[in-house]
């Protein structure tokens, strides 16, 4: 069965840092383009980092590009995404997401059939 499964969530202040976890099962973990996305209310969702578990750089949208990290455990089948100097607009829904055969960078939600059930971000002023 492939899953993926986000934690990590909670309510930060601005100007501080929160890092998410997602593991993924071990069918789908190897060798398969994974992206971090979020959707705020009343927004559409938004694709924030994308990368291959089999190498590479990942790929950042320009509204988190140095804040926030992407990294991966391949022993716990984990990856993270740090966040770091987050602000009330980076309140949303955070998924972490697979894109089974996507060999390209993609950050489009369309591109992701494997989804998990997300951890939600607030971050007060």
């Known amino acids: 069965l492939d899953t993926l499964v986000e934690s990590g969530g909670g309510s930060v202040q601005a100007g501080g840092s929160l890092r998410l976890s997602c593991v993924v099962s071990?069918?789908?973990?190897?060798?398969?383009?994974l992206g971090w996305f979020r959707q705020g209310p009343g927004k559409e969702r938004e694709g924030l980092a994308t990368f291959y578990t089999g190498g590479g750089t990942p790929a950042y949208a320009d509204s988190v590009e140095g804040r926030f990290t992407v990294s991966q455990d391949n022993a716990k089948e984990t990856v993270y995404l740090q966040m770091n100097s987050v602000q009330p607009e980076d309140t949303a829904m955070y998924y972490c997401?697979?894109?089974?055969?996507?060999?390209?960078?993609?950050?489009?939600?369309?591109?992701?059939?494997?989804w998990g059930q997300g951890t939600q971000v607030t971050v007060s002023s």
């Open positions: 997401a697979a894109a089974p055969g996507v060999s390209r960078d993609s950050l489009s939600p369309r591109d992701y059939s494997l």
């Open positions: 071990r069918y789908t973990y190897r060798y398969i383009r």
